[in-house]
């Protein structure tokens, strides 16, 4: 496809057919999602989601991140190294619901798990945490079958919190906060991190205590 420098230059109609594609993924891994969450709720009682959040990425926003990987901004390497066009957020109670979601997800057979990033146990520098997942879904259209990929990002509430507060610092300041500022912040994501320690130190003595007393 020819190069081109900004979406507005790409072809509609084949913009629109790709979109449909993501848009199809979202929806296919959404309810692949609620579906588990309702049956951890049936069968155990217990819901480790407390909500999903998805989402198509811009235009704009898919340009921005051809150019910095240093490639043309066509509609063929939208979809080769934009990995994260359909995304969606899936927020837990406590940081072992984390990899539970995430050992069910890649358990389904026709979910294929490219790559994984556990910025939980391996934080980037800001103090960011969160579990990352790309994967691909199958996308049944009238005449074929597509691979489409989708981001999966897990993480607790705290650290959605924390994800929030640092997306809006680093939109108000263009990504070059005040070294204070940048510092508070991790400090804030090790507190982050004790929290949800507790919280879940807290959350399994109470079930230990539910199961002795026969009231699971």
């Not at 898919?62 to 934009?82: A, F, P, Q, W």
């Not at 959605?160 to 991790?186: M, Q, T």
């Amino acid at each position: 496809m020819e190069s081109i420098t900004t979406f507005r230059d790409w072809d509609v109609d084949s913009y629109e057919a790709i979109q449909l594609r993501y848009n199809a993924a979202l929806k296919l891994i959404t309810t692949r999602i609620e579906i588990l969450n309702e049956e951890l709720q049936e069968e155990h009682r217990y819901n480790p989601i407390e909500h999903v959040k998805g989402r198509i990425k811009t235009p704009e926003s898919i340009v921005k991140k051809l150019r910095r990987h240093g490639v043309e901004s066509t509609l063929d390497n939208m979809i080769e190294y934009c990995n994260d066009i359909a995304g969606i957020r899936i927020i837990c109670s406590f940081t072992s619901d984390i990899y539970k979601i995430a050992e069910m997800i890649s358990a389904q057979n026709d979910i294929t798990v490219l790559s994984v990033k556990d910025y939980i146990v391996n934080p980037k520098p800001s103090g960011y945490k969160s579990y990352h997942m790309i994967v691909t879904v199958p996308v049944y259209l009238s005449n074929r079958c597509d691979q489409v990929k989708v981001e999966i990002q897990i993480r607790t509430v705290a650290m959605d919190f924390w994800a929030s507060l640092e997306h809006k610092i680093n939109y108000k300041f263009e990504g070059n906060a005040p070294d204070r500022i940048s510092l508070e912040l991790v400090e804030c994501s090790e507190m982050v991190s004790q929290l949800d320690a507790k919280m879940l130190d807290l959350n399994n003595e109470i079930q230990a205590l539910s199961e002795q007393s026969g009231n699971p």
